[in-house]
């Protein structure tokens, strides 16, 4: 529930995101097309020519216009060409000199008039064209002053301009502006019109051109803001000029996927929410151009039209289904961490209580077994002492038979008891660990004089068997003592039904390894159960029917005391019986 909630909350709180990002989109993308069309309208109308005059000191000098170079140089990316439309509607283009400069020669004049056609046919297919119908001559009276006042500061100031339109319902569009026109100026813009066939000068009055009047001396030239016309394939920008109540339309075309394709990479900063959007550009009616992948199950962000004047193009921003929602993948994480905590949490529980309740039975039986363990020695020392107390053994043989199983019977309960002590010591790391050293042999042979009657006296025969060994190495006496006694009380224990009852020691030198080899006849280990002899409490039989004696803490302990002082123990079974092993620590030779 929790989770479903944070995912629910994640997606509303992504949904308000991307919205928001999809109109910081847009407003970069306007501001961008607002910033190229501003150096555009900036641009004077007499540079739409071949050529063109322009002030220097001392005069006016005749230039090839900005707009005459070829290859085309723009800001605009995908431009395809600069235009004219003549009141009489021919098409006139800066890169191809017309009218009195037509037969000039010119480099790549091929490749020029193919600008020309390609603008022609775009023209023809936008339905773009010059009526060439004058305005209407009724003027606001103070238009002269603000002609003026308009004509002051024409260069383009990006820095000011923004100063001025700190609104952002100012920089929507453009206002229309005026431009004052030499006379010189005013005659080379003639000079590529039908009006004037060849260059002269227009102080001197020219026989074949004798009805065409002197330009004036200042001409005021209106220039209206631009306007947008496109299709699928292509954009054109225009504007109207209007010179002596005549309309001239001046513009250029560019390839839209290009344009906008490059507005789309250079001026949008994506970030990754991009990865999983789609912008388009098209109509109302259809798309035109399209940057991801949309599927069917896309749905709208953002569809808002541009700024003029592309205000009739939509913008559309659309969330692709394949994206996750930013910080997804962490809720996810984090359920699947939560999950993962709770149940190795229950599992572990599940384990703990296993195993306190696996300990508990064992504690249990051994508890049982102990109790077994001394109930029967003491049961058989109380009943001979109370023969003996009570003088009903009269026979003197018998009664030192007694005397000798009281004293067995007694060396069996200090064992057990000492057992138990030791077991308790290690758990409490409280085993006192004394490292001398010691020839492995002489201790074999103090075990074997020690501990062997034990062993005759309960029927076994003891085989010993010791390779030579020169070596002193670092040993606990004590812990090797007691190790070996608990693996032949194992090996007495488990093997007394055995066909063959025989006890064998070994020490075996190896290299650098030296080891005790305890071997019996008996029974063995079924092999599922040889990894878990060395646990505490841990008996092969059943507490309610085994048949042996013990309490199952003999080989745990073994396992503890080999720890403590680096040995190893090995144990497998040697068909018949049981072979455990007791590696020291490998010697330096």
């Not at 928001?20 to 910033?35: P, T």
């Not at 600069?82 to 191809?96: I, M, N, R, S, W």
């Not at 670092?474 to 006694?485: E, H, R, S, T, W």
């Not at 048949?547 to 302990?557: A, D, E, Q, R, V």
Request: aromatic content about 10%; hydrophobic content about 35%.
């Amino acid at each position: 529930m929790l989770l479903e909630k944070s995912f629910s909350h994640l997606k509303t709180g992504s949904q308000y995101a991307y919205k928001e990002h999809a109109y910081l989109v847009l407003q970069m993308l306007n501001q961008r097309i607002y910033d190229d069309l501003a150096i555009e309208e900036q641009r004077s109308y007499s540079e739409y020519r071949f050529i063109r005059a322009v002030p220097v000191i001392g005069g006016e000098e005749i230039t090839l216009s900005k707009l005459a170079e070829y290859p085309i140089r723009s800001h605009y990316a995908g431009i395809i060409g600069y235009f004219q439309l003549e009141p009489d509607g021919a098409l006139k283009t800066p890169v191809l000199p017309d009218g009195a400069l037509e037969s000039i020669p010119i480099v790549d004049r091929g490749k020029r008039e193919q600008v020309r056609d390609s603008i022609q046919k775009i023209l023809l297919h936008l339905g773009l064209k010059n009526e060439g119908k004058p305005r209407s001559p009724n003027r606001n009276p103070s238009e002269g002053i603000l002609n003026r006042i308009y004509s002051q500061n024409l260069e383009y100031d990006k820095d000011k301009l923004s100063e001025r339109h700190k609104n952002k319902e100012d920089i929507l569009k453009f206002n229309r502006r005026y431009e004052q026109s030499s006379q010189k100026e005013t005659f080379i813009f003639d000079v590529e019109s039908a009006k004037i066939k060849r260059i002269t000068d227009p102080k001197i009055p020219l026989e074949e051109e004798e009805n065409y009047p002197p330009p004036p001396e200042i001409m005021e030239v209106e220039i209206e803001p631009f306007q947008a016309t496109f299709n699928h394939q292509y954009l054109v920008y225009y504007r109207y000029i209007w010179r002596n109540n005549e309309p001239f339309i001046q513009g250029f075309a560019v390839d839209l996927a290009t344009y906008l394709g490059s507005l789309v990479r250079n001026e949008i900063a994506f970030n990754p929410q991009e990865q999983t959007t789609t912008l388009e550009f098209g109509s109302k009616t259809r798309p035109f151009v399209m940057f991801g992948k949309r599927e069917k199950k896309s749905f709208s962000i953002l569809s808002v039209p541009l700024q003029y004047p592309l205000g009739d193009m939509l913008f559309t921003m659309y969330l692709t289904p394949e994206g996750r929602i930013p910080g997804e993948n962490m809720v996810i994480w984090l359920g699947f961490l939560t999950f993962l905590i709770l149940g190795g949490g229950l599992i572990a529980v599940y384990r703990l209580t296993k195993s306190q309740l696996a300990l508990a039975t064992k504690r249990q039986d051994f508890i049982s077994a102990v109790s077994h363990e001394l109930k029967t020695p003491l049961t058989a020392i109380r009943m001979y002492a109370e023969m003996l107390q009570n003088s009903w053994v009269a026979n003197d043989e018998k009664r030192q038979k007694y005397y000798s199983l009281i004293a067995s019977e007694t060396d069996r309960l200090s064992r057990l008891i000492q057992n138990v002590l030791n077991l308790s010591k290690l758990d409490r790391n409280q085993w006192n660990i004394q490292l001398k050293k010691e020839n492995p042999k002489n201790t074999l042979e103090e075990f074997v004089t020690t501990y062997s009657k034990n062993i005759e006296k309960q029927g076994f025969d003891l085989t010993v068997t010791k390779d030579v060994c020169e070596y002193n190495i670092p040993m606990d006496k004590d812990a090797v003592m007691q190790i070996l006694m608990n693996l032949v009380d194992n090996s007495l224990k488990f093997a007394k039904n055995a066909e063959y009852k025989m006890i064998v020691l070994e020490l075996r030198v190896d290299g650098n390894d030296i080891f005790f080899v305890v071997r019996d006849y008996g029974p063995g280990i079924p092999g599922s159960e040889l990894t878990k002899v060395f646990e505490e409490f841990y008996r092969v039989e059943n507490e309610m029917t085994r048949k042996t004696n013990g309490t199952g803490i003999g080989l745990s302990m073994v396992k503890k005391l080999c720890s403590l002082t680096n040995m190893r123990i090995e144990i497998e079974n040697a068909s018949p019986g049981l072979r455990t092993k007791i590696h020291f620590p490998p010697i330096s030779i």
